[in-house]
């Protein structure tokens, strides 16, 4: 992997890390619509600047509308989802859950895009599952049904991540960074803005929080959605949606000590065991097939 390609997989995964941060302060706050729609409305508002000072142009190749889809599939449900569990899991629990999308991944490939199933892989989706278990029961958190709800909303948001990353590879292959992002967001937030405004006219929050709440909707939508969706669309184009999906190994360790270190939420060998075997499951799923010996003969 070229060393730039590195560094922005380093640096994505931090700022990946530090969005389950935001959340776990906005979410209690706002409810889980108006996190989810602040998220990528800023975003979105974010990139149409980045777009607009830059040489790329608005000429989307015809691709607007897989954008919007996109979008929808890869922000605009998943940011709904994660929310939701910003409300009840602690910032590194959901990182770590996070780190299940390349397992999502194979299981979409190999039952939807005919990818192939192997051994390794196979073997690497029960550790990984076995992982999440070991996680959600041995941790600080007590296992009860706010937990398993939590848990459930991000595994439905790495099936999403999982879909997205084959349907990127198909629909977007050529389009710039800045214009997939920025057509990804716009669907998004399309997508929300309905359940936005029936949310907060049934049941607007009982607070909107202080400066705290909205400086880290800034650095949410801003910093941890506009800019890292314009790193992550680079990714997919430089090294290909399985080396990009890498960027999981990284999150969770990013998630966890941001949460330890700002918002002091405890650690535990809960996270050291499940961590463990999630990281594990993620080599047996990503690690390169080895090339057939030809035959002297």
Sequence with gaps: MPATSLIRLILLAAVWGASF??????????????????????????LIAIVAASPVGWHFQGKLKACLVL????????????????QVLPAGYSAIFNATTPLMGVL??????????????????????????IL?????????AALIQGALACLAATTCYGFAGFLA????GGLDSRLSALGSMLGATLLLTPAFLWSVT?????SWGGWSVWGSLLGLGLLCTAFAYVLYFRLLSDIGPVRAS????????FGVLWGAWLLDEPLSL?????????SLALWLVLRPARAKSLDPA
Excluded at 77 to 85: G, I, K, L, Q, R
Excluded at 112 to 129: C, V
Excluded at 136 to 144: F, K, T, W
Excluded at 169 to 172: I, K, S, Y
């Design 246 to 253: 890498t960027v999981t190994f990284l999150i969770p360790v």
């Design 270 to 278: 809960g996270h050291l065991y499940g961590g463990v075997l999630i």
């Design 136 to 144: 959600s029961g041995a941790g600080p958190v007590a296992l009860d």
């Design 71 to 86: 979008g929808m599939i890869n922000s605009g449900v998943p940011a709904t989802f994660y929310s939701v569990a910003a």
């Design 108 to 133: 979409i490939g190999a039952l939807f895009f005919h990818e192939r199933m192997t051994l390794p892989k196979l073997i690497g989706i029960f550790l990984g599952l076995l992982g999440v278990a």
């Design 202 to 206: 049934t049941q607007p929050p009982a």
């Design 21 to 46: 941060l935001f959340m776990r302060i906005i979410a209690p706050e706002l409810g889980t619509v108006p996190t989810a729609f602040f998220r990528v409305s800023i975003a979105c508002l974010g």
């Design 169 to 172: 590879r198909r629909w977007l």
